[in-house]
């Protein structure tokens, strides 16, 4: 599971990915605080897109249903992730606009504005 980024990574190298895309993908579950993987980088060592994504990638896991459990409301979800930002897991200023976002929009799901267009 932990080399999934690294696996990733060297799937949209092969199709010809820019290294702006092949980076965001590479380091989507580092940390804020270091505490990440696959390098355990930190802070401002995490490319942006990567950090926008990773914030992303945790809303969509956590709204969508899984083999193991029933998805999250967006309200439940973004309290779950309220928590990871207050350990210092997710960038701050970047969640803030991200909770702003989410709670002025009426989708419960990123499925939802994909589905609706709103991306």
């Known amino acids: 599971m932990k080399k999934h980024p690294i696996y990733s990574y060297a799937l949209v190298d092969m199709c010809g990915f820019g290294m ?12 804020y605080c ?3 993987y696959p390098f355990g980088l930190s802070k401002k060592d995490i490319p942006l897109p990567s950090r926008i994504l990773r914030i992303c990638d945790i809303y969509d896991a956590l709204t969508e249903d899984r083999v193991y459990r029933p998805r999250f409301s967006c309200q439940s979800a973004l309290s779950l992730m309220d928590k990871d930002c ?3 897991k997710l960038d701050y200023h970047i969640y803030s606009v991200f909770k702003s976002m989410m709670i002025s929009e009426p989708f419960n799901t990123v499925s939802q504005i ?6």
């Open 86 to 88: 207050v350990d210092g």
């Open 114 to 119: 994909y589905k609706a267009g709103s991306w």
């Open 34 to 36: 270091g505490s990440g």
């Open 20 to 31: 702006y895309t092949k980076k965001a993908i590479l380091y989507h579950h580092e940390d």
